[in-house]
Nanobody
């Protein structure tokens, strides 16, 4: 499975971006998909995850209420809608496909990783 994350860019604080994660080679429609991010000088951290049918989602406390994860299984795509962005959201965002239909916040639960897309939020 190859994952391609896209949709990053430069936005002012308070703005919005929508990230997309597309799978090729093999779909991830039967697997949970998560978004993680790595800010400059920091460890990669969990952002959000969605189960294989989309009925279960989980978010990091830092993004809860501002970010929304969704998926379109027909397109084998997962999205991360990011609203009310803050400078501390600046990071490279990665999508990852889990080993199974449900996954948590740990990186160890995810098997395939995309290359990342840069999100920069200016103050």
């Amino acid at each position: 499975v190859q994952l391609q994350a896209s949709g990053g860019g430069l936005v002012q604080a308070g703005g919005s971006l929508r990230l997309s994660c597309a799978a090729s080679g093999r779909t991830h429609s039967n697997n949970a998909v998560g978004w993680f991010r790595r800010a400059p000088g920091k460890e990669r951290e969990f952002v959000a995850t969605i189960s294989w049918r989309g009925e279960s989602t989980s978010y990091a406390d830092s993004v809860k209420g501002r970010f929304h994860i969704s998926r379109d299984s027909a397109k084998s795509a997962v999205y991360l809608q990011m609203n009310n962005l803050k400078p501390e959201d600046t990071a490279v965002y990665y999508c990852a496909s889990a080993y199974g239909p449900y996954a948590g916040t740990s990186e160890g639960g995810y098997r395939y990783w995309g290359q990342g897309t840069q999100v920069t939020v200016s103050s």
